[in-house]
């Protein structure tokens, strides 16, 4: 095959490595605006004021839908439980928590994976609390116990 044929060959085009895989045109250049540069410097402005509208709607799609949300004093409710979470897990909620998990296969009754994944935070304490924190590995010196923060 001359070149001239395998020039205008289409399974010679795909084959050809002088050709970028892609099959865009290094000569092409991109136009500054966009999504990762592609687009053009007019199309700009355009995507602005959409943007500007979603953002618009959206607000107002949640005002409207504030008097049908959670009131105030449940809300107030969820913020003191989400602060009320100590990082720490004590003895006996940890104990309770293996007791679920060791218990949960032997009850006969479907397993509930919601109990299970709640009792994960306790059964995995990183890292235990009696080992002793030392200043030096060579030292022998405990220091003081401190909380931990996970």
């Known amino acids: 095959m001359t070149r001239t044929n395998r020039s205008t060959s289409p399974r ?24 990762h540069n592609w687009g053009s410097i007019n199309e700009e402005l355009r995507f602005e004021k959409e943007a500007l509208g979603d953002e618009a709607q959206e607000l107002e799609e949640e005002e409207a839908g504030a008097g049908t949300s959670v009131s105030p004093a449940a809300r107030e409710k969820a913020e003191k ?13 940890r104990e309770q928590a293996l007791n679920v998990r060791k218990n949960a296969l032997k009850s ?27 200043t030096a590995a060579a030292s022998t010196e405990v220091l003081p116990e401190r909380a931990v923060s996970p």
């Open 12 to 35: 010679a085009i795909i084959k050809d490595r002088s050709e970028p895989r892609t099959g865009l045109d290094s000569s092409m250049r991109k136009g500054g605006a966009g999504a």
């Open 81 to 93: 439980a989400a602060r009320k979470r100590s990082p720490s897990v004590s003895e006996e909620e």
């Open 108 to 134: 006969g009754k479907e397993i509930d994976l919601g109990t299970i994944a709640r009792t994960s935070r306790a059964v995995s304490s990183s890292p235990p609390k009696n080992v002793p924190i030392v």
